[in-house]
DNA sequence: TCCAATGTTTCGCC
DNA sequence: GGGCGAAACATTGG
């Protein structure tokens, strides 16, 4: 998301000429003649702001856009057109925001926002000592944007096990983690720039560690049972 | 052909 | 009402 916002900067400031999408779940014209006055990003949500209200995009599983392009037999849920470009959602939600978006979101648990807040994500790890740490990093109220794949980078980046109890890790490994948490989301990034050449993944999608070769295990955990891919051996199970 | 996977919300059942 | 699980949505590759 925070790629795609730096795509599409060309379009701020631009008036929407014609807009369309699936009716159902939002009236298109409504963006019509409207002014883009910024896009802003929250963690897996891309804001698309104008003068009176703000619409939120979530890409979900399977979402995806395309920018000066059309997928024909793409399910095109919003697709607008500005003089200078087109921008097309596909797949995704679609929901429109009337309230203020700084009384809605809370900035300070975006990873990859000038406002995130190490301090807080702490304190709120802190307040449920018995979770797993895998369903601990996929907390959106406190790790806005690490999704399954960042998970599994951060654990093996800072050599922890995936099964391992919040309440059991000490508290600077704690706090490596969550420092670890937003420097793997501006690598994520910076991978996306380079066009995603060489693997961004170390252990996620991958068969053998790349510090000892031990086989990687792969299976599902935790209360939100997505699927964790670690080395049994160099991450150190605190329980 | 079938299943799993970058995610989240909602519904039904104890 | 909380917590859990299943279902729903939808795309692609293996």
């Known amino acids: 998301m925070f ?28 963006l019509v003649n409207q002014p883009v006055l910024d896009f802003k990003t929250h963690g897996k949500e891309f804001f698309i702001c104008f003068p009176d209200f703000t619409v939120r995009i979530h890409l979900m599983l399977f979402g995806y856009y395309r920018i000066n392009e059309k997928k024909e037999d793409g399910k095109l849920r919003l697709g607008m057109k500005f003089d200078n470009g087109e921008l097309n959602f596909y797949a995704c939600e679609t929901t429109i925001i009337k309230e203020p978006l700084n009384e809605v979101i809370d900035w300070t648990t975006d990873i990859m926002n000038p406002d995130w807040n190490p301090e807080k ?8 000592p018995k979770l797993m740490v895998c369903d601990a990093l996929l907390d959106q109220d406190i790790f806005s944007g690490v999704g399954n794949k960042l998970k599994d980078e951060i654990l093996f980046e800072t050599h922890v096990h995936p099964e391992s109890i919040i309440g059991k890790i000490p508290k600077e ?4 983690m969550i420092d670890t948490a937003a420097v793997k989301g501006f690598e994520h990034l910076e991978w996306e720039r380079s066009n995603r050449t060489e693997g961004g993944m170390k252990i996620h999608y991958q068969k053998a560690c790349p510090r000892d070769h031990t086989p990687i295990h792969l299976r599902t955990l935790g209360k939100t049972k997505r699927t964790a891919y670690f080395c049994e051996k160099c991450q150190e199970l605190y329980a």
């Open 173 to 176: 490994k704690l706090q490596e």
């Open 3 to 30: 790629y795609l916002k730096e795509k599409v900067q060309p379009f701020i400031g631009k008036k929407v000429l014609e807009a369309t999408g699936e009716p159902k779940k939002m009236d298109v014209n409504r």
């Open 121 to 128: 994500a702490m304190e709120k790890v802190l307040q449920k």
